[in-house]
């Protein structure tokens, strides 16, 4: 496995920069359950691993593991989804701050929780707000477009909630927002990088013509624990 923070992100930014947010079973990993539902496992993990996510999550709990776990899971267990995605490089990308994006917060939450059911950019739960910036643009003092930062492996800062209300898709306040991400994580000297669905091309295309190039395949596993 790659030895960049980016071959294993959640694992990299739960054992370094996130690492207040961590839960621990064993030798896995998670953020709590209101703030991402992402898991994470070390890159060599020995044949215990399988029960320290069960130990972690519950019985009859979802786990989604963000890469390879190594082995297929037990009896008893559920494969209820393999994801297949790209992670993008927005290293050197022309980032900058725009004049219409205001910071989101806890306050906002209701809002933007609101957009993400109409949009469906991927998870965003009640306090995903707090693992970093969040920026939105109002339209008559409604939320119509947001994105912020997620997953903070070393020296990195992953751009996550990428979404605009249809009614005002087309003017380009996606990409406008992915940059002043982008410039605020880029100031703070982390490099920027995201992930997308392998089938969402539409968002693919528009991060290559941001600048963000293609640097790997990535699987997201969606599994059930046994009940009890």
């Known amino acids: 496995m790659s030895t960049s923070p980016l071959g294993n992100p959640v694992w990299a930014a739960l054992s370094g920069p996130q690492a207040s947010f961590a839960e621990q079973k064993g030798q896995v990993l998670r953020y709590p359950v209101d703030v991402s539902p992402f898991l994470a496992v070390p890159d060599h ?24 776990v190594g082995t ?63 920026l939105g643009i109002r339209r008559n003092g409604a939320l119509v477009a947001m994105a912020g930062e997620r997953i903070r492996p070393p020296g990195w800062t992953e751009i ?7 009614a005002f898709r087309g003017h380009g306040l996606a990409a406008r927002l992915v940059l002043a991400v982008a410039a605020g994580i880029l100031e703070r000297g982390d490099r920027p990088f995201l992930h997308a669905a392998a089938t969402n091309t539409g968002a693919i295309r528009l991060y290559e013509k941001l600048g963000f190039r293609l640097s790997r395949a990535m699987t997201f596993g969606i599994y059930r624990t046994p009940g009890r």
């Open 72 to 134: 297929p899971p037990p009896d008893g267990w559920t494969v209820t989804g393999e994801i297949a995605g790209v992670q993008m490089d927005g290293t050197g990308i022309a980032a900058v701050p725009d004049p219409e994006a205001v910071r989101l917060t806890a306050a906002d939450v209701p809002e933007m929780l609101d957009l993400v059911a109409r949009t469906e950019p991927g998870p965003f739960l009640q306090k995903t707000v707090t693992l970093g910036t969040y």
């Open 160 to 166: 996550s909630a990428v979404c605009t209300d249809p």
């Open 45 to 68: 993990p020995d044949e215990h691993v399988w029960h320290d996510i069960a130990d972690l999550v519950g019985p009859g709990a979802t786990a989604v593991v963000v890469g390879s």
